[in-house]
């Protein structure tokens, strides 16, 4: 964590470079599974994302309280 800090006031830029591909990684990697997950249920395309981002603000709704 230290290093992450360190490159955060350094060097910005490239901090931030890093946290979107992170960010762009890890939904590709979390859509994957959960087409993997669903795939034999012969769901349309767009419910994977659906089922992300569901989870997502079930997440977020439970960390308000």
Known sequence: M??????????????????????LVAFQLAIFVIQLLVGPFG????????ILVGGLVLIARRQQR
């Open 2 to 23: 230290d290093y992450l800090r360190q490159l955060q006031a350094e060097r910005p830029l490239l901090f931030g470079l890093l946290l979107l591909v992170g960010f």
């Open 43 to 50: 769901l349309p395309g767009w419910a994977p994302l659906v």
